[in-house]
C-alpha cells in the first residue's frame, strides 16, 4: 500500500480525490447505460464500475487510468445474457480474467508496441465518435424502464420543444464552465464544478429536464461474495470459453491503447504487462461478487487526467465514491442531470479527438492516412478489437509491401572468373519473387557467388527462395555458393536441412558467418 501514497504531496492527494468524485459522478449513468446494453440490472453494472476501478488502480500498471464498466464489454456479454442467463456471464468474466492474468504472466502484453501510430490515431478519433454517438442516446425518450419509447410506425421518439432546449442550454453551460474555469483557477476541478453549478440551477429553478434517477435507481447494498450457479461441465465450459477469450482481447487492447494514451498525455510511462495481470485479477475478483466486467475507460480516464489526477488514490477514490453513492448517496446522485453529464462527455470528445490529425493529411503516406481512417471507421460500425487488428494487418501488407521493393544487387567478377551477386536488403515472404528475377543463370558464368554481407534471410519463403534459385543453376549445371550468412540465415539455412542445396561460403577474414567463440576455436 505505501507505494499507493509514497509519492504524493498533500496537493497531489487533494486533486486525486477532487478528481476522483468528478469521475465517480461521471461514471454513474455510463454503469447504469451499460448495464442496459449488456441486458443485465443496473446493480450488475455499477459493481462492475466499483470493483474494476479499486482493483485495477491498486494492481495495474498504469496510475491515474481509470477502469470500469464499458461498452465494448457489453456488445460483447450481450448474446451469452440473452441466450443463457446472468450466472454464465459471471462465469465468462471470471475465465476471461485469468486469461488476462496468464497473458500478463507471459509478458505479451508488450507486444502492444507492434500497434503502428496511424492505428492508434484511429482509435483514439474513433473512440472519441463512438462517446459522442453514444450520447445521442439521452436525446431519445424513455419510459421507467430505460426502454426507447416508439410511435406506432416504430420510430424513435426524441426530445423535442422546451425539453429540448433546456437539454441544450444546461450542456452549453456545462462545457463553458469546462472550459473557462482553468483560466481563472485551478484549485478544484472545473467538471466538478460544472456538475455541482448544473444541478444547483436544475433544482433551484425547478427545470423539467432527465436526470440520472429518471434512468433507474442506483441504490443498493455492498457486494456478496457469488460462485457462478452454472454447471460445471463440459457443456458449460464451452459455451463461456469462446465469450470469455473475447472479453479478454478485446478489455486488453482497449486497455493497453488507453494506456499508452494517458502515457502520452501525462508523458509518463505505464507498465502494460503489470496492467494485463492488473485487469484480469480487476475481472476475476467482479465475476466472484457479481460485476458485468469492464477494462479501461478512454472517456472516465481523460477526464481523471484533465480534472488534475495522477495517483492510484484517484482511481481508488472514484470507486470508493461510486460505492458511498450506491449506499447512502443515491437520492442525492439520482438529481444531477444527464444533460449536464452529456455536456460533460462532450468536452471529452473535443479533447479525445485528434484534431491535430487533418493537418497530416498530404504530409504523411497516403498509405497511413487510409489506414488511421479505416480504423475509425471500424471503430464506430464494428468492433475496436477488429478494428486494432485490421489496422496492424493493413500496416503489415503496407510494411510488406514497400520493403519488397529494397532488395537488389550490384555484381562484379571475382579473381577466378566467377560473378559475384553482392545483395542488398531483406530476403522475405514479400520480395521472394523480385530476388529471382535479379540473377540470370542462363548467361552467367558456371561459379556464383551471391554475398549476404549486406543482406538478410528473414523467413522460411527465403528459404525456399534461395533453394529454388539453387535449382535453376543446377539445371543450367553451375555450382551456386553463398557468402558473408548472419549467424540467425545461418541457422534458418541448417533448419530447413535438405531444402538449400547450396555450398555455404564463410570468408575466414569476415567474421559476420561465424561466432566469436566458434572463430576462435578453429584457428
Partial sequence: MFDLISKHTPQNIKNDILSGLTVALALVPEAVAFAFVAHVAPLVGLYAAFIMGLVAAIVGGRPGM????????????????VQHGVEYLFAAVILAGLLQILIGLFKLGKF?????????????????????????????????????????????????????????????????????????????????????????????????????????????????????????????????????????????????????????????????????????????????????????????????????????????????????FILVGSPLIEQIPIAVLVGVMFMVVIGTFEWGSFR??????????????????????????????????????VFAWQHA??????????????KVYELNGPLFFASTQHFQEIFDPKNDPDDVVVDFKNARVADHSAIEAIDKLAERYLKEHKRLHLKHLAP????????????????????????VAVDKKDFEGSR
Fill in 66 to 81: 481509470i477502469t470500469g464498466a464499458t461498452g465494448a464489454i457489453a456488445v460483447v456479454v450481450v448474446a451469452l445474457v
Fill in 112 to 324: 502492444i508496441r507492434l500497434v503502428p501510430y496511424p492505428v492508434f490515431l484511429g482509435f483514439v478519433n474513433g473512440l472519441a465518435l463512438v462517446i459522442l454517438i453514444a450520447q445521442l442516446e439521452q436525446f431519445k425518450l424513455k419510459d421507467e424502464t430505460g426502454k426507447i419509447l416508439t410511435d406506432a410506425a416504430g420510430n424513435v421518439q426524441w426530445v423535442s420543444g422546451e425539453a429540448l432546449w433546456i437539454m441544450f442550454a444546461l450542456i452549453a453551460l456545462t462545457m463553458a464552465i469546462i472550459h473557462f474555469l482553468p483560466k481563472f483557477t485551478k484549485a478544484i476541478p472545473s467538471t466538478l464544478v460544472a456538475i455541482v453549478v448544473g444541478t444547483i440551477i436544475t433544482l433551484g429553478v425547478g427545470l423539467n429536464t432527465s436526470t440520472v434517477g429518471d434512468m433507474a435507481s442506483i441504490q443498493g447494498g455492498l457486494p456478496t461474495f457469488h460462485i457462478p450457479e452454472i454447471p460445471f461441465s463440459l457443456e458449460a465450459f464451452k459455451i463461456v470459453l469462446p465469450y470469455a477469450v473475447i472479453m479478454a482481447l478485446v478489455g486488453l487492447i482497449e486497455s493497453l491503447l488507453t494506456l499508452n494514451l494517458i502515457d502520452e498525455l501525462t508523458e509518463t510511462r505505464g507498465q502494460p504487462n503489470r496492467e494485463c495481470i492488473g485487469q484480469g485479477v480487476a475481472n476475476t475478483t467482479t465475476g466472484l461478487f457479481g460485476g458485468m466486467g469492464g477494462c479501461a475507460m478512454v472517456g472516465q480516464s481523460i477526464i481523471n487526467i484533465k480534472s488534475g489526477g495522477r495517483g492510484r488514490l484517484s482511481g481508488i477514490a472514484a470507486a470508493l465514491f461510486l460505492l458511498s
Fill in 360 to 397: 497530416l493529411i498530404g504530409k504523411i503516406p497516403p498509405a497511413d492516412t487510409l489506414i488511421g481512417i479505416s480504423v475509425a471507421i471500424i471503430t464506430v460500425f464494428f468492433d475496436l478489437a477488429i478494428a486494432v487488428i485490421t489496422g496492424v494487418i493493413l500496416s503489415a501488407l
Fill in 405 to 418: 521493393k529494397h532488395i537488389y544487387a550490384t555484381t562484379r567478377t571475382n579473381r577466378m572468373g566467377g
Fill in 488 to 511: 540467425e540465415c545461418r541457422q534458418l539455412l541448417k533448419t530447413a536441412g535438405d531444402l538449400v542445396e547450396v555450398n555455404v561460403v564463410e570468408d575466414p577474414s569476415y567474421h
